[in-house]
C-alpha cells in the first residue's frame, strides 16, 4: 500500500521537473536565436496593398531603397507646414496647373508674380526651370532672403491701369502689335510688348506661362495688359509644332477677362476654374493665323 501510494506522487514529481527543465531550456534557446543582434529575416517576399487597388503585388527586399529628398522639397514642406500665410489661389485653381505640370515636368515655367505660392510652383516643377518676374524690388530682396533658391527677377512695367481700353484699341489696329509672334519682343514697337525682360525670357522656349502680376486693382497700378499679351507673344513664337499652356489668375476683373480672350483667344482657353483661365496657345508658325489675326 506504502509503495503504491508514493509511485503517482513520485512521478508527478518528475513530470513537474522535467517540463520545468524544458521551459527553461526553450526560453534560452528562444532568447539566442531570436535575439534582435543574431536575428536576420528570411528572404522572402513581402506583400504589399496599395491603398489606391485590391490587387496586392511581390516586392523583393531588395528592391526597396531608401533616399532623402531634395532639400528644395523639404524647405517647401517645412515651409507650408509651419506657415499661416496661404497662396493667392484656391485649392481648385492651383489643381488646374498642377495637372499640366503633372504631365509635363520637369520644364520651362515663367511666372509673372512673385509671392507666397513661388516656392510652391518652382517645387511642383522639381528638376526644371521655373522664374518669377516681379515689380516690386525690395519684395524680390525679401523672398530671396528667405528662399535662396527662388529665381527672380526684376521688371519695370510702363502701362498703367487707367489706359487699358486706349492699349487695348491700339493693339488691334497697329501692324506691329498684330504681326508681334513673327518678331523679336525686344525691339517691338507695340506698346503692350515687354521689351525690358531679361534675356532668359525671351531666349527660352516656355512650356508653361503663369500671369498672376503686375498689380491691378488700382487706376495707377500698371495693370496686367502687357503681362498678358506679351505671355501670348512668347507662346506664338515657339518653334512649329509646339504648344504653350497659359494661365491667367483674377480673370474676374475687366482687364484679365477681355485681354486674356483678345490675346491669348477664347478658342484657346481649355478651362477656367474660379479665377483662373487654362489656354493652349498653339505656335503661330502651326496655327495659320497670318494677316494680322491673334485668334483663328
Not at 524647405?75 to 504631365?103: R, W
Not at 515689380?135 to 532672403?145: F, H, P
Not at 483662373?276 to 493665323?289: G, K
Request: proline fraction near 5%; aromatic fraction near 8%; glycine fraction near 6%.
Amino acid at each position: 500500500m506504502t509503495t503504491n501510494l508514493h509511485f503517482p506522487i513520485t512521478l508527478k514529481l518528475i513530470l513537474s521537473t522535467l517540463a520545468s527543465l524544458l521551459v527553461i531550456t526553450l526560453f534560452f534557446i528562444t532568447r539566442t536565436d531570436f535575439s534582435p543582434s543574431s536575428y536576420q529575416p528570411a528572404p522572402a517576399k513581402t506583400i504589399q496593398i496599395s491603398s489606391s487597388s485590391t490587387r496586392t503585388k511581390e516586392q523583393s527586399p531588395d528592391s526597396v531603397s531608401c533616399g532623402k529628398i531634395p532639400p528644395s522639397l523639404a524647405d517647401a514642406l517645412i515651409h507650408y507646414a509651419a506657415s499661416n500665410v496661404t497662396p493667392q489661389q484656391t485649392l481648385s485653381e492651383i489643381s488646374v496647373t498642377k495637372k499640366v505640370l503633372d504631365k509635363t515636368s520637369p520644364c520651362n515655367f515663367l511666372v509673372f508674380g512673385l509671392g507666397h505660392d513661388s516656392l510652391m510652383w518652382a517645387s511642383l516643377n522639381h528638376g526644371g526651370r521655373t522664374i518669377f518676374l516681379d515689380e516690386d524690388e525690395s519684395w524680390i530682396r525679401q523672398i530671396a532672403e528667405k528662399f535662396p533658391s527662388l529665381e527672380s527677377y526684376h521688371v519695370r512695367y510702363e502701362t498703367k491701369l487707367r489706359d487699358a481700353a486706349a492699349l487695348m484699341s491700339a493693339a488691334r489696329d497697329r501692324e506691329e502689335c498684330r504681326h508681334g509672334a513673327s518678331m523679336d519682343l525686344r525691339v517691338s514697337k507695340c506698346e503692350l510688348a515687354l521689351k525690358g525682360l531679361p534675356e532668359v525670357v525671351y531666349e527660352t522656349e516656355w512650356n508653361l506661362i503663369m500671369v498672376d502680376a503686375p498689380t491691378g486693382f488700382h487706376e495707377e497700378a500698371p495693370g496686367r495688359m502687357s503681362a498678358i499679351y506679351t505671355a501670348g507673344m512668347i507662346a506664338r513664337s515657339r518653334g512649329k509644332g509646339e504648344t504653350t499652356a497659359v494661365f491667367v489668375h483674377d480673370v474676374d476683373r475687366t482687364v484679365e477677362d477681355e485681354f486674356s480672350m483678345a490675346f491669348l483667344c477664347r478658342d484657346y482657353m481649355t478651362e477656367q476654374e474660379g479665377r483662373l483661365r487654362h489656354f493652349m496657345v498653339p505656335s503661330h508658325w502651326d496655327s495659320n493665323i497670318a494677316g494680322g489675326k491673334y485668334c483663328p
